[in-house]
């Protein structure tokens, strides 16, 4: 085995923009919960936050711009698209021994009994463990963490991505706007150990250095033997705590080595890169396979990326078609290819949104597919909102159908787009916000028409493709407006003082109306919907309720019934209303009323169609 060694090295300083080094907590409870139709992965937010930030971070590394410019000087003018391979590997026996040797894992043992039970990294003693679960994260065809090595340099992509916080990425396009991947990698190991290797052109590093490797431990606030420490450990040469340095080149690639990597070089593109050691991995790798597939889909099939993942040396690609949870969306993904077609048919809806009010900006293209019906209960129609980085971000639930639908929105490709949708998002990446944190006011009011734009049209896109896709659903939608204006004019109530109230003239109702959908039932006979309205005034001594009864059947023929309760102190009356024709609708209402109060109460029942009245 080879004997390059290392320590671990502790800051006890603040130092430039350091503190506590438990950053794992910038993302406590901040992740936004998925559409239910995803419960069944079960995936623990450790992988969620993992993929969502490592590969947004990958990806970023494989369109820089600077990285993109050397290879181009050397004649390579299109780089190969990103690989990354997601490796797991438990060590036990003598391949344990000579990796907690070369991590120098006893002095991390010993360290971690100084912190607090409650806030203690899983780190189980040196003579107790008889294995270890290994990570590897490694890139292929990315830029690789390029830069002088300074912890005062802007230019260290390793210092910005290991140590700073909320520094991110400034391009248009890039997917991380706040540097929190190094919170969601720290997440990621449940000892909070992770170790970086990288290989980057020797001439992107102003030193000559084309690979580096440095270890970090993300720990608490401790005090060992009366001192104060940040919770910052460097695996590193250095002796000097105030400048942790990495390992570079030759002396890297053994220690590297030693560690289980696999070597890295910067010969050609596809060999820069990062790789990413994550000691005692938070998730499984069916979690992580899972949460890759749910989140990465469009970027795979696009080509952009490919992901492998490795267990027990078994490798396995990841195929988001193979999920029956995404094939819809993968199918309505495919139809936005051709930005030239818009399709209405009705297996798919494929358009270009409404331009944003005010400008001639179209901020995407929306693909719509119908999904069988399998619980009217639960089931709700779902869209997925992604950026041309290949991320979903969020997925949208509507309450539209059966039936339902699934779809995907892709932002435009333009850079105005693209710069205002990533300025939409908090730190987790994981929705669009119309109010995001943003100094500049007429940036922020730019972002919040542009959101408010793509989720109202988006909205309104995927209930025009329910309504065509059943008539009924229309039918349906048709029916509660006319029950809306027909309880608006049930306005002659009594009030307090026994005189009854006026008519509205206005046509809108100045009482308070809640409507409440009680049932729905779809079968071979049609669909039928109750629904109860309760109507009352601050003024009165009682309240209207009314149920319809409502039944569509699959002629497009209508029947509506209804009953009428009274609610008055002394007690409630129901009603059955006389009435249904189909065109036009005619209810009228027998109210029976105390008779202390004959004569000052009356119902009106109206339609577009026709009118009766009936007074008590």
Same mark, same amino acid.
């Given at each position: 085995?080879?004997?390059?060694?290392?320590?671990?090295?502790?800051?006890?300083?603040?130092?430039?923009?350091?503190?506590?080094?438990?950053?794992?907590?910038?993302?406590?409870?901040?992740?936004?919960?998925?559409?239910?139709? @995803?419960?069944? +992965? *079960?995936? !623990?937010?450790?992988?969620? #936050? =993992? &993929?969502?930030?490592?590969?947004?971070?990958?990806? $970023?590394?494989?369109?820089?711009?600077?990285?993109?410019?050397?290879?181009?000087?050397?004649?390579?003018?299109?780089?190969?698209?990103?690989?990354?391979?997601?490796? @797991?590997?438990? +060590? *036990?026996? !003598?391949?344990?021994?000579? #990796? =907690? &040797?070369?991590?120098?894992?006893?002095?991390?043992? $010993?360290?971690?009994?100084?912190?607090?039970?409650?806030?203690?990294?899983?780190?189980?003693?040196?003579?107790?463990?008889?294995?270890?679960?290994?990570?590897?994260?490694?890139?292929?065809?990315?830029?690789?963490?390029?830069?002088?090595?300074?912890?005062?340099?802007?230019?260290?992509?390793?210092?910005?991505?290991?140590?700073?916080?909320?520094?991110?990425?400034?391009?248009?396009?890039?997917?991380?706007?706040?540097?929190?991947?190094?919170?969601?990698?720290?997440?990621?190991?449940?000892?909070?150990?992770?170790?970086?290797?990288?290989?980057?052109?020797?001439?992107?590093?102003?030193?000559?250095?084309?690979?580096?490797?440095?270890?970090?431990?993300?720990?608490?606030?401790?005090?060992?033997?009366?001192?104060?420490?940040?919770?910052?450990?460097?695996?590193?040469?250095?002796?000097?705590?105030?400048?942790?340095?990495?390992?570079?080149?030759?002396?890297?690639?053994?220690?590297?080595?030693?560690?289980?990597?696999?070597?890295?070089?910067?010969?050609?593109?596809?060999?820069?890169?990062?790789?990413?050691?994550?000691?005692?991995?938070?998730?499984?790798?069916?979690?992580?396979?899972?949460?890759?597939?749910?989140?990465?889909?469009?970027?795979?099939?696009?080509?952009?990326?490919?992901?492998?993942?490795?267990?027990?040396?078994?490798?396995?690609?990841?195929?988001?078609?193979?999920?029956?949870?995404?094939?819809?969306?993968?199918?309505?993904?495919?139809?936005?290819?051709?930005?030239?077609?818009?399709?209405?048919?009705?297996?798919?809806?494929?358009?270009?949104?409404?331009?944003?009010?005010?400008?001639?900006?179209?901020?995407?293209?929306?693909?719509?597919?119908?999904?069988?019906?399998?619980?009217?209960?639960?089931?709700?129609?779902?869209?997925?909102?992604?950026?041309?980085?290949?991320?979903?971000?969020?997925?949208?639930?509507?309450?539209?159908?059966?039936?339902?639908?699934?779809?995907?929105?892709?932002?435009?490709?333009?850079?105005?787009?693209?710069?205002?949708?990533?300025?939409?998002?908090?730190?987790?990446?994981?929705?669009?916000?119309?109010?995001?944190?943003?100094?500049?006011?007429?940036?922020?009011?730019?972002?919040?028409?542009?959101?408010?734009?793509?989720?109202?049209?988006?909205?309104?896109?995927?209930?025009?493709?329910?309504?065509?896709?059943?008539?009924?659903?229309?039918?349906?939608?048709?029916?509660?407006?006319?029950?809306?204006?027909?309880?608006?004019?049930?306005?002659?109530?009594?009030?307090?003082?026994?005189?009854?109230?006026?008519?509205?003239?206005?046509?809108?109702?100045?009482?308070?109306?809640?409507?409440?959908?009680?049932?729905?039932?779809?079968?071979?006979?049609?669909?039928?919907?109750?629904?109860?309205?309760?109507?009352?005034?601050?003024?009165?001594?009682?309240?209207?309720?009314?149920?319809?009864?409502?039944?569509?059947?699959?002629?497009?023929?209508?029947?509506?019934?209804?009953?009428?309760?009274?609610?008055?102190?002394?007690?409630?009356?129901?009603?059955?209303?006389?009435?249904?024709?189909?065109?036009?609708?005619?209810?009228?209402?027998?109210?029976?009323?105390?008779?202390?109060?004959?004569?000052?109460?009356?119902?009106?029942?109206?339609?577009?169609?026709?009118?009766?009245?009936?007074?008590?």
């Amino acid at each position: 085995m080879n004997k390059i060694r290392q320590a671990w090295l502790w800051q006890t300083q603040p130092l430039g923009p350091f503190s506590s080094g438990d950053i794992a907590k910038n993302f406590k409870n901040e992740l936004n919960k998925g559409p239910n139709h @995803f419960a069944g +992965l *079960k995936l !623990p937010s450790s992988a969620v #936050f =993992l &993929v969502r930030e490592c590969l947004q971070n990958s990806l $970023d590394a494989r369109n820089d711009k600077i990285f993109a410019n050397y290879w181009a000087t050397k004649g390579i003018r299109e780089l190969p698209p990103l690989s990354v391979t997601f490796r @797991f590997v438990t +060590l *036990k026996g !003598p391949a344990l021994d000579d #990796f =907690l &040797v070369a991590l120098d894992y006893s002095s991390l043992a $010993d360290r971690s009994e100084f912190i607090a039970k409650g806030e203690r990294p899983f780190l189980p003693s040196r003579s107790t463990i008889s294995e270890l679960r290994l990570l590897y994260i490694e890139e292929q065809g990315a830029s690789g963490m390029y830069g002088p090595w300074s912890t005062g340099s802007k230019g260290s992509k390793m210092i910005t991505a290991l140590m700073t916080h909320n520094v991110g990425q400034q391009s248009e396009t890039a997917g991380g706007a706040f540097g929190h991947g190094k919170s969601a990698i720290a997440k990621a190991s449940l000892s909070r150990i992770n170790i970086a290797y990288t290989s980057f052109p020797n001439q992107l590093a102003n030193s000559g250095v084309s690979r580096r490797l440095l270890g970090i431990a993300y720990w608490p606030h401790h005090q060992a033997e009366s001192i104060d420490y940040t919770g910052w450990g460097f695996f590193t040469s250095s002796a000097d705590n105030s400048k942790p340095t990495p390992t570079d080149d030759s002396v890297a690639d053994s220690l590297a080595n030693s560690l289980g990597f696999t070597t890295r070089s910067s010969n050609s593109p596809l060999e820069c890169g990062t790789s990413m050691l994550i000691v005692e991995p938070a998730m499984s790798p069916a979690n992580l396979e899972a949460a890759v597939a749910q989140f990465w889909w469009p970027a795979i099939l696009q080509g952009k990326l490919t992901v492998q993942i490795v267990e027990d040396g078994i490798a396995r690609g990841v195929d988001p078609e193979m999920y029956l949870s995404l094939q819809t969306f993968c199918k309505a993904y495919k139809a936005l290819g051709d930005e030239a077609v818009e399709s209405h048919a009705l297996d798919l809806d494929v358009c270009d949104l409404a331009p944003v009010p005010g400008t001639k900006q179209i901020p995407g293209r929306l693909s719509l597919v119908p999904i069988p019906t399998v619980d009217k209960n639960d089931q709700k129609s779902i869209v997925a909102f992604t950026r041309r980085l290949g991320m979903v971000v969020q997925y949208a639930e509507y309450s539209y159908g059966p039936p339902y639908v699934h779809g995907v929105f892709e932002s435009a490709s333009d850079g105005q787009t693209e710069s205002l949708l990533r300025a939409a998002e908090p730190k987790a990446h994981d929705r669009w916000i119309t109010e995001p944190d943003i100094e500049d006011s007429m940036m922020r009011a730019n972002v919040r028409r542009l959101v408010q734009s793509i989720f109202r049209d988006s909205k309104k896109r995927v209930n025009e493709f329910v309504e065509r896709l059943n008539p009924q659903s229309s039918q349906a939608t048709r029916t509660f407006d006319e029950i809306n204006n027909l309880i608006r004019n049930l306005v002659r109530m009594p009030r307090n003082d026994g005189q009854s109230s006026e008519q509205n003239t206005s046509g809108k109702s100045s009482t308070g109306i809640q409507t409440k959908v009680l049932s729905e039932t779809i079968d071979n006979e049609g669909r039928e919907v109750r629904i109860e309205v309760t109507r009352q005034r601050k003024d009165t001594v009682g309240q209207i309720r009314v149920l319809f009864h409502v039944l569509d059947d699959h002629r497009g023929q209508r029947e509506i019934s209804a009953t009428v309760r009274l609610v008055l102190p002394e007690g409630e009356s129901d009603a059955l209303l006389v009435t249904v024709g189909v065109n036009p609708i005619v209810l009228v209402a027998r109210v029976p009323c105390p008779a202390g109060l004959l004569g000052q109460w009356s119902v009106d029942f109206v339609s577009s169609y026709s009118a009766k009245k009936a007074t008590v």
